[in-house]
């Protein structure tokens, strides 16, 4: 079955998203280590966490996605059932 190209668009964006936040850390930590290392340590943990904020909703773009798909498939559904009972 393939996948539709919202679906493929956001496979692509979860990797895009996880690759920037490990390589996003990295130089981040390297950026402000010249500042002290638990000052280093801070920021980039503060970039992480705003990272994975931008992740969650990427999720929730997919799963709400899905939710519509499994209301159009009831809908369907109970407009058979109803089509069936009102004849």
């Known amino acids: 079955m393939q996948k539709e190209k919202f679906d493929r668009?956001?496979?692509?964006?979860?990797?895009?998203?996880?690759?920037?936040?490990?390589f996003g850390a990295l130089i981040t930590f390297k950026?402000?280590?010249?500042?002290g290392?638990?000052?280093?340590?801070f920021i980039t943990i503060f970039f992480v966490v705003?990272?994975?904020?931008?992740?969650?909703?990427l999720d929730a773009f997919s799963v709400n996605r899905e939710k519509l798909?499994?209301?159009?498939k009831q809908?369907?559904?109970?407009e058979k059932i109803y089509s069936?009972?009102?004849k």
């Open 75 to 78: 809908t369907k559904l109970l």
């Open 69 to 72: 798909y499994e209301a159009k």
């Open 84 to 86: 069936k009972h009102t």
């Open 9 to 22: 668009i956001i496979s692509f964006l979860f990797g895009a998203s996880w690759a920037i936040i490990i």
């Open 31 to 35: 950026l402000f280590s010249f500042l």
């Open 37 to 41: 290392f638990s000052l280093a340590i």
């Open 50 to 57: 705003i990272a994975f904020f931008l992740i969650l909703a």
